[in-house]
């Protein structure tokens, strides 16, 4: 209820914790329902206060994302995000996830490697391009996207994902 009435428009949070889908935390929803994120760090989320709260919105998309119950509709609206805003990372990242999750390989890896381009301290978003250029057989594309991801940060991920490179 501070959080409401106080009018602020941007708020920092842990990304782990507002990542989580349990337990229920009302400030994580309410944060999720009234906030989208705009920029993501590899520990913290900038929230930005979304007043059009309509179920469009890059935080309603992200939770439903983050619960597992992402739409078509979904994938549409981020398309369409990442032509208004085309240097936001987050929005990348998310449109890579879902493209991924819609059979559409090509277009979530051109999405991860922008959302990385965009965010050059993410290793995460080079981590999950190359799993999937492992799994569509591009090993030469993954390799590079591993040796980029090394660069930023060491991973058990990007260990066991150069152990499938190497199978």
Known sequence: DRLRASGARVVLAE???????EPAD????????????????????ILERDDSADGRTLGAI????FLG?????????????????????LPW??????ASSAGATDEAL???RRAA??????????????????DADHRTEAVADLARARR????????????????
């Not at 990242?93 to 879902?98: D, F, Q, S, T």
């Open 117 to 134: 381009a965009l965010d050059p301290s993410d290793a995460s978003a080079l981590e999950r391009a190359a799993a999937l250029a492992i």
């Open 110 to 112: 051109a999405a991860y």
């Open 62 to 65: 992200l939770r439903r994302t």
């Open 69 to 89: 119950r992402p739409t078509r509709a979904d994938l549409d609206v981020l398309r369409a995000q990442v032509e208004q805003a085309p240097d936001e990372p």
């Open 152 to 167: 930023i940060r060491e991973s058990p991920t990007i260990r066991r994902l150069q152990e499938r490179i190497t199978e």
């Open 15 to 21: 990304q782990a914790w507002y990542a989580a889908t």
């Open 26 to 45: 009302p400030l994580r929803t309410l944060l999720q329902d009234e906030f989208r994120p705009v920029r993501s760090y590899v520990s913290m989320v």
């Open 93 to 98: 990242k998310l449109l890579g996830a879902l």
